[in-house]
């Protein structure tokens, strides 16, 4: 399957200020990725679909100023977390859509947990 | 809106036995695929195997297979000769098509524990 990297696998900050977290495709050109975000003992939620070249699409619920998400390079999504604060602690995933096929299968990172002190 | 359910916070089984888990979904679409992730604790999620929703035959991947239910949106996991590694949160997932693009739902999820 496609690798996806993620960095860091694990930020500690400040409440106040922002974390910025990479998602890479390593072997394929992804024009969508996903961003995901798990509570623990919970499952995956998404937060947004991003979209090379164009502005992220939030799920109901999610603030998209406070989870800015780039995607300029079809290798290449961010999600910035602004102003973190405590309750924003959680294990970020992201997973890129793989084209062609019958179906367009996700891959997913290997994730970054957040800790917001 | 789809949803999935999976029933069964936690199980438990002996090393080398068999377990299913369970997931229930619901959808108004004809098309659309199944999937089960497999979530060990170092929570890279992993594709365990795919179903396609217009394939009247189940998906097997080696000692996974699922029993697709189309008519009553039911879509378990029989893990055969269960192996320790095989300790792990599984997700039960539905791929929709909205606006453009692929999205997954995933159920709550399933602790599944190998015992030695």
């Known amino acids: 399957g496609a690798v996806v990297s993620q960095h860091p696998s694990w930020v500690i900050c400040k409440s106040g200020t922002s974390v910025k977290i990479e998602c890479r495709s390593l072997d394929f050109q992804a024009t969508t990725m996903f961003w995901y975000r798990q509570f623990p003992k919970q499952s995956l939620m998404l937060m947004a679909t991003?979209?090379?070249?164009?502005?992220?699409?939030?799920e109901q619920g999610v603030e998209k100023d406070k989870f800015l998400i780039n995607h300029a390079s079809l290798t290449l999504s961010t999600l910035t977390v602004t102003s973190a604060h405590p309750e924003d602690s959680s294990f970020y995933i992201c997973s890129q859509l793989a084209p062609g096929g019958p179906y367009n299968e996700q891959f997913f990172g290997p994730g970054t947990r957040l800790t917001v002190l | 809106a789809q949803t999935v359910t999976q029933s069964q916070p936690e199980m438990s089984v002996q090393e080398a036995e068999t377990v299913t888990l369970s997931c229930t979904y619901d959808t108004s679409e004809n098309n659309y695929y199944l999937f089960w992730y497999k979530q060990p604790p170092s929570r890279q999620m992993i594709l365990v195997i795919r179903?396609?929703?217009?394939?009247?035959q189940n998906a097997t991947e080696n000692r996974f297979s699922v029993n697709f239910q189309k008519a009553a949106k039911s879509f378990s996991l029989k893990i055969s000769d269960s192996q320790l590694g095989d300790t792990a949160m599984y997700f039960c997932?539905?791929?929709?098509?909205?606006?453009?693009?692929?999205?997954?739902?995933f159920g709550k999820g399933t602790k599944l524990t190998v015992n030695p």
């Open positions: 991003s979209n090379e070249g164009s502005k992220a699409t939030y």
């Open positions: 997932a539905f791929m929709k098509h909205e606006g453009g693009s692929e999205k997954l739902v």
């Open positions: 179903q396609e929703a217009y394939k009247q």
